[in-house]
């Protein structure tokens, strides 16, 4: 079936910038894109809750040829099914059952969820939740294993390869770039090898695409914002 049409939902250097870059890599620009104010809580309208109720972004909005409006939610399931719409451009190895496929998604997928999960509560307990529900122990507990355990697994990987699986760019390094990027936002993954990683990602056109807008994100969230006030974790 084909795609008529692609609207992703995004506020800039968050998770929805790795869909961006995996769609500016698939398609160039041939996509939309509309803005949403997370720090004045527009995610937690009735109308985006309808797209996502997990108030939040990327949101991709597919419009297939019969006219049935699809919304896909999670960014590791978008940017893996944003690869493998388009093969003709190779950012993923084809599906079957081959130890590159296999490497390839389980990389994709770590960067989407356990990478993505520590640096989460790093961040929300740096610069999202208010002050008086900040836990020093969460922080420090998850500094660490990101320390000590995500990164000499990334750095071997990288002292390998070019890329995250080898020496072939694919959908993975739109995910794990990024964690990448915010890891270092937090004083994180400081070391050579990575900036060697994203001397060579961020030199793609795609990737300069989607974080164009990346300066006009904040870190630290204003306990004045709508988001502080909503927000649920």
Known sequence: MKIQRLKLYHYPATRSARVRWALHEAVGDAFEVERVDLYQGAQYSPEFVALNPNHGVPVLEVTWETGQVQTVIESGAIVAFVADIHPEKQLAPAPGATPERADYLQMLHFGSTWMDMML??????????????????????????????????????LVAGRYICGDRFSAADCVVAHSVTWARGYGLCQGDVFRSYLSVVSKRPAFAAAFADAREFSAKVPESAQLVRRFTG
């Open 120 to 157: 989460w509560q790093i961040r929300i307990h740096e610069h999202v939740l208010p002050s008086a529900e900040r836990d020093a122990r969460t922080l420090g507990r998850y500094r660490r294993k990101f320390t000590d355990e995500v990164e000499p697994q990334l750095e071997r990987r």
